[in-house]
C-alpha cells in the first residue's frame, strides 16, 4: 500500500516562497516511469488544479499558468519529492496534495495540507 504525507510550514508571507515535501512509502519514486508524482491544490471554494510533477527518471512537467513560479525536485534517498512556489500571493492559499497519478487519474493521495499567505 503506498502512502504519501505532505509536510511544511501552514502559513507563508506574501512574496515568499512555500516549500513544501513529500514522503512517500510503500513504493519507491525511482522504479518506475509509469507512475507521475505530482502536486496538486485546491483553493477555498474552487476545484483542483495540477501543479506539476516529476517521474522516476527525474524529469519533471508544470502547469503552464504556474511553470514560472514553480520548482519540483525529488531526493531518491530519502523516497521525497519537494514542491517549492516562488513569490506567493494570497491567491495561492490552498490546500496542497500530493498524489501519485498514473494514466487512469490518480491512484494515491496524501491528506493534503492547508497552506496560508498571508502577513
Known amino acids: 500500500q503506498v502512502q504519501l504525507q505532505e509536510s511544511g510550514p501552514g502559513l507563508v508571507q506574501p512574496s515568499q516562497t512555500l516549500s513544501l515535501t513529500c514522503t512517500v512509502s510503500?513504493?519507491?519514486?525511482?522504479?518506475?516511469?509509469?507512475?507521475?508524482w505530482s502536486w496538486i491544490r485546491q483553493p477555498p471554494g474552487k476545484g483542483l488544479e495540477w501543479i506539476g510533477a516529476?517521474?522516476?527518471?527525474?524529469?519533471?512537467d508544470y502547469s503552464p499558468s504556474l511553470k514560472s513560479r514553480t520548482s519540483i525536485s525529488r531526493d531518491t534517498s530519502k523516497n521525497q519529492f519537494t514542491l517549492q512556489l516562488s513569490s506567493v500571493t494570497p491567491e495561492d492559499t490552498a490546500v496542497y496534495y500530493c498524489?501519485?497519478?498514473?494514466?487512469?487519474?490518480?491512484?494515491?493521495w496524501g491528506q493534503g495540507t492547508q497552506v496560508t499567505v498571508s502577513s
Open positions: 510503500g513504493g519507491s519514486i525511482a522504479t518506475n516511469d509509469y507512475y507521475w
Open positions: 498524489a501519485r497519478i498514473i494514466p487512469a487519474g490518480p491512484d494515491y
Open positions: 516529476t517521474t522516476y527518471g527525474g524529469s519533471t
